[in-house]
């Protein structure tokens, strides 16, 4: 048998993903009164130490005013919203709901099926949407999942071909030939119906980590799916809380297989059987 | 630097890449450990730049409709769960003899079903997993208390060994790996 030259590994053995986010954007600002509302439905339902999001920080925010003469010194200082987080043992945080005037960010490091995940967001979601709703429109859905992969064996014979697919839709060229770090970013815009301008983005990077000795290299691969509802040419998607929310239901599916099938064509086919990714 | 510089130099910022928004990298301690990041508001909130999305250093310029979200600088552990299955996972792509002995190739089937099997087990009760010569995956327990081996025929049935209390059971049960339901007897047996 052949001598493993090295191989890439999925950061939690049976599963790449290091981070997933939800994020929901609105095309007006909440006033004060209606974060304040906001601020409180998350505070009642998941907020306190016996909570399932016990942490909490308002998110500060610094404005600064430009004008012909230069600087015209600093404005006054609103909060930004609140953030609440769940954080382990050892201080690592597990999952975080961002409440701010313009979006909802769910993000968690917590994976474990699309369902469970979902099913966690969704309440948050269902909870926050009838606040931003009233105030406006639901501009932008996000889907984002952080996937990365550790090379095993000899940094000197990492080669991309051990992770990526051959001539991948999502990755440039002349990646494949490189020897040492690299990355390719890329994004695109599509009209995914009369009412979703849609944007993918699928960023990839290979870094070393070189913190924590031993230096370990590994590739990120970001896919992000962004649908943008109420466009310019697009027709109107005029959705208020229930609706909001039973539109999340019936979209956020769509945007996770999307996903999947991005990012399966991303990696090669050994890295998405590794990962179940076809089960 | 003063509030006057840190001003001019997110105008210049603004100017060069045409963006509307910018944000600050996170603050992260010295143990790596995720702090609330800090943002700046500029005009337009539509677009985000996102310093730290490009690890390379510098920013990002790719636009960005809705806030990417950071690489995170601290990772967590694999938990057992996870180690778990990824142990089963990686044994299905062996093929045949992968002992060197002429075992057979793992059946996917069974180790699929051996995946499922677990996610009905609380964290307090993950098994070690196995794989048969002839291919099938199986899990195994051995405590104080509990010796237990199972192995998964198929994806609709379960041979299993166990020994509680001084008590030995054996065995064939049927098992739907898409009901998510655990077989009544391996219930009682495994948690009693």
């Keep these: 048998m052949a001598a493993d030259p090295g191989h890439f590994e999925p950061m939690h053995a049976a599963h790449a993903i290091e981070q997933v986010a939800f994020v929901l954007q609105v095309d007006r600002s909440l006033e004060d009164t209606q974060l304040g509302e906001a601020v409180a439905a998350v505070q009642e339902q998941f907020g306190g130490a016996a909570g399932e999001l016990p942490g909490r920080a308002d998110i500060q925010t610094m404005t600064f005013s430009f004008g012909p003469l230069g600087h015209l010194g600093q404005g006054p200082v609103p909060t930004g919203g609140r953030v609440y987080n769940r954080t382990r043992q050892d201080g690592t945080l597990e999952s975080e709901l961002r409440v701010e005037r313009l979006s909802i960010v769910y993000r968690t490091t917590a994976y474990t099926r699309w369902a469970d995940i979902w099913g966690r967001a969704r309440r948050y979601f269902a909870t926050l949407l009838p606040v931003y709703t009233q105030v406006g429109t639901i501009t932008a859905i996000n889907l984002n999942f952080q996937d990365k992969f550790f090379w095993d064996g000899d940094i000197a014979l990492c080669r991309p071909a051990a992770l990526l697919r051959p001539q991948s839709n999502y990755v440039c060229p002349h990646v494949y030939a490189a020897r040492d770090l690299w990355h390719s970013h890329t994004g695109a815009f599509s009209r995914a119906d009369a009412n979703t301008k849609r944007l993918l983005n699928v960023n990839l990077d290979c870094l070393d980590e070189t913190a924590t000795p031993p230096q370990r290299r590994f590739v990120a691969i970001t896919t992000g799916l962004t649908d943008q509802l109420n466009q310019s040419g697009y027709t109107v998607t005029a959705l208020h809380g229930a609706d909001a929310v039973n539109y999340l239901d019936q979209h956020l599916p769509v945007l996770h297989n999307l996903s999947k099938d991005t990012f399966r064509n991303v990696i090669n086919d050994a890295m998405c059987q590794r990962i179940a990714l076809d089960d | ?192």
């Excluded at chain 2, 552990?77 to 003899?97: D, H, K, S, V, Y």
């Design chain 2, 1 to 192: 630097m003063g509030t006057s510089n840190i001003a001019n130099a997110i105008a210049a910022l603004i100017a060069a890449s045409a963006v509307q928004t910018a944000t600050l990298n996170p603050v992260v301690d010295d143990l790596g450990l995720y702090k609330q990041r800090r943002a700046f508001l500029v005009a337009r909130p539509s677009t985000i730049i996102w310093p730290d999305a490009n690890p390379l250093g510098g920013l990002d310029s790719l636009p960005v409709v809705t806030p990417f979200i950071q690489i995170l600088r601290a990772e967590r552990e694999t938990t057992p769960r996870e180690q778990l299955i990824g142990e089963l996972r990686r044994w299905r792509m062996l093929t045949a003899n992968w002992d060197g002995e002429g075992a057979l190739a793992a059946d996917k089937v069974s180790s699929r079903a051996a995946e499922a099997f677990t996610d009905l087990l609380p964290d307090g009760l993950l098994p070690e997993p196995m794989l048969h010569a002839g291919g099938r995956a199986g899990l195994y327990w051995k405590t104080d208390d509990l010796y237990a081996d199972l192995e998964f025929l198929d994806g609709q049935r379960i041979a299993y060994y166990i020994e509680r209390a001084g008590d030995k059971h054996k065995g064939v049960v049927n098992y739907d790996a898409n009901n998510e339901e655990m077989p009544p007897v391996l219930a009682i047996l495994l948690q009693a």
